[in-house]
């Protein structure tokens, strides 16, 4: 069966892609016209109440945010890309695929957006320390696991990625080197050209 995701080119959905693309797996795309506020309309907010892209819809199992889709569909669909429960590399997997969502997008969001938060009370900390606990998870290897690519590399890679192509997070030596690495991948090529191609389509372009 296909999995289908709903998605926009101008939306996290277009990260999802990638994941998409390492899993291996057949999918279909389900636009939303978010120019249109299609995604309040009632077929997503069906799905998604919270009417968000990515929606992904496998089967009778509906998986709802960027993270929890990559990692869904690593356990699911292509167990080579993440360590399996027992693994105690599974720790590292979870750790560092979590940290992007919760504590590196808060953070950025906190500074561009000029909350005035306590560092006692952020819960993503401060945005120094972040940027060090970031480095430190790829500091020395090729990948958060290492030398093996795991589907962490693109839920964390993919947030650097993002952050850092926007202007957010100053590109060090080791964010670039690891970036290098990840824009390598077919995959991650793939999901770009498809992207673009979407672009294109809906005259975004």
Partial sequence: MSLSLYYHP???AAGTIWALEEAGVDYDLKVIDIMKGEQKGPELIAKNPMGKLPTLVDGDVVVTEAAAIALYLADRYAPALAPAQGDPQRGTYLRWSLFAPSVIEPAVMAKYAGWEVKDVSAGWGTFAAM???????IAGKSFVLGETFSMADVVFGGTLRFVIGFKQVEPTPVFEDYIKRLE?????????A????????????
């Fill in 10 to 12: 101008y939306s996290r």
């Fill in 194 to 205: 498809k992207n673009a191609a979407m672009r294109k389509e809906l005259g975004l372009q």
């Fill in 131 to 137: 940027l060090a606990a970031a480095e430190s998870a």
């Fill in 184 to 192: 390598a991948r077919p995959a991650l090529q793939r999901a770009e």
